[in-house]
């Protein structure tokens, strides 16, 4: 079975400072890795994906996350927050080639000016 | 691409009424998801289908709920009868689902359901 953890329910940065979203991964399989962002009341956005290619994955909006499997970490990082960063964030993982999704608590992100 | 499209955004109705929420995944996409997202269990998938068909309903939470896709444009989520604790927002998600693969899922904008 694959379960997922996000190590902080609310993460606080100030506009144009470095943000870092934890996340640890338990799988069974090799596992496929997801970031989706949610704003409020709107759905879920693709962030990221990782998927056994390279282990720094890039995604929309200058977020990456780096695959480390001895940690068994998928951190989410931007060198620099924005106002419209503000939103939850889900960690997610599938073993891959299986299609259920786990999704993690969340990590609710705010953004002070 | 117009996305996943679901109706109605938004649903108020009473105990013991019947609900049934539509979703319309991305065209081309050949797999479909239900999800119930609330603020004690998180996001729980209900339901999904592959190619119109159902794959894993093991999370539907009671036979009070049941999902239809009758074609691969169009499903429903129906829930008969309702109750105060099926209040959640239910989003719909779809893939184009590739054997052996993880597929990306593309998430509607959900439907809030308030059941008093």
């Known amino acids: 079975a694959q379960s997922v953890t996000q190590l902080d329910s609310h993460v606080s940065v100030s506009e144009g400072t470095p943000v870092l979203l934890r996340c640890n991964y338990s799988?069974?399989?090799?596992?496929?890795l997801f970031w989706y962002v949610q704003h409020p009341n709107k759905g879920l956005q693709l962030l990221l994906k990782?998927?056994?290619?390279?282990?720094l994955v890039k995604g929309i909006n200058g977020f990456e996350a780096e695959f480390k499997k001895s940690e068994t970490s998928f951190h989410l990082t931007k060198p620099s927050a924005h106002m419209s960063d503000a939103a939850e964030y889900f960690c997610?993982?599938?073993?891959?080639?299986?299609?259920?999704?786990?999704f993690g608590t969340g990590t609710r992100l705010l953004v002070s000016p | 691409d117009a996305g996943v499209i679901q109706s109605p955004r938004h649903e108020v109705t009473e105990m013991g009424q019947e609900v049934t929420l539509r979703c319309k995944p991305i065209?081309?996409?050949?797999?479909l998801f239900w999800y119930r997202q609330t603020m004690m269990r998180g996001l729980e998938l209900l339901i999904y289908f592959n190619n119109n068909v159902p794959i894993d309903d093991s999370g539907m939470p009671e036979d009070r709920f049941s999902a239809k896709m009758p074609n691969a444009s169009f499903s429903t989520l129906k829930i008969q009868p309702s109750e105060p604790r099926d209040s959640a927002v239910y989003f719909c998600?779809?893939?184009?689902?590739?054997?052996?693969?993880?597929?990306?899922?593309?998430f509607g904008p959900g439907t809030r359901l308030t059941v008093l």
């Open positions: 065209s081309g996409h050949n797999s």
């Open positions: 998600a779809s893939s184009s689902w590739t054997s052996g693969n993880t597929d990306t899922q593309y």
């Open positions: 997610v993982v599938s073993n891959t080639g299986f299609q259920k999704l786990v």
């Open positions: 799988s069974s399989y090799s596992p496929s």
């Open positions: 990782y998927t056994s290619a390279a282990t």
